[in-house]
């Protein structure tokens, strides 16, 4: 049976996740040798305002870029959050930073509640890597992309310099063994 999972990334201008849905992207389709496209919007000014990136993945030919309904959605601030709630299929996974307020629009959904900030400081780690953060939580949740595709797609983007720290903010939400938090 074919299948198409659409994935929207969604925060403020400062957290990268762009960058973040576009490593999904390239895993996908370069290492894991799915259909994939990525497409974003993002406000004028370069940070604090509102940014969203959607990633489709599928078996299949991908006939439109856009997402019409979500299936993951990764939200870092209350904004974003409200923006995208009522675009979560019936059977979507959220990933919401612990500081959003949500009602009871996700009770029957899988919920994630992550502390990133503090996930990242407790671990060591880099705040400007949030992004890859996000994603490596993602990627430990769904089974979408292997994990070493996104690995090799994180050292493709970045300069081996950075590369480790790269790597390190990745294990650290792949590692964190997240459980929804309404089940």
């Not at 720290?165 to 590692?175: K, P, S, T, V």
């Amino acid at each position: 049976m074919a299948y198409k999972y659409s994935i929207t990334f969604s925060g403020a201008g400062g957290h990268q996740l762009i960058q973040a849905a576009r490593i999904l992207a390239e895993a996908a389709a370069i290492y894991d040798n799915k259909n994939a496209t990525e497409s974003c919007s993002y406000g004028p000014e370069a940070r604090g305002s509102s940014c969203r990136a959607e990633v489709i993945i599928s078996d299949v030919a991908i006939d439109y870029p856009k997402a019409d309904k979500i299936d993951f959605l990764i939200a870092l601030t209350q904004e974003a959050y409200d923006k995208h709630k009522n675009d979560l299929r019936s059977e979507a996974t959220a990933i919401i930073d612990k500081e959003v307020r949500i009602g009871d629009e996700l009770e029957n959904r899988e919920l994630y509640r992550i502390a990133f900030m503090d996930i990242i400081t407790e671990q060591g780690g880099d705040p400007i890597t949030l992004n890859i953060v996000a994603l490596g939580i993602f990627a430990g949740i769904s089974s979408i992309v292997s994990d070493s595709s996104i690995r090799q797609a994180i050292m493709a983007r970045f300069p081996k310099k950075s590369e480790d720290m790269y790597l390190r903010a990745f294990d650290i939400g792949y590692n964190l063994n997240a459980q929804p938090s309404n089940k």
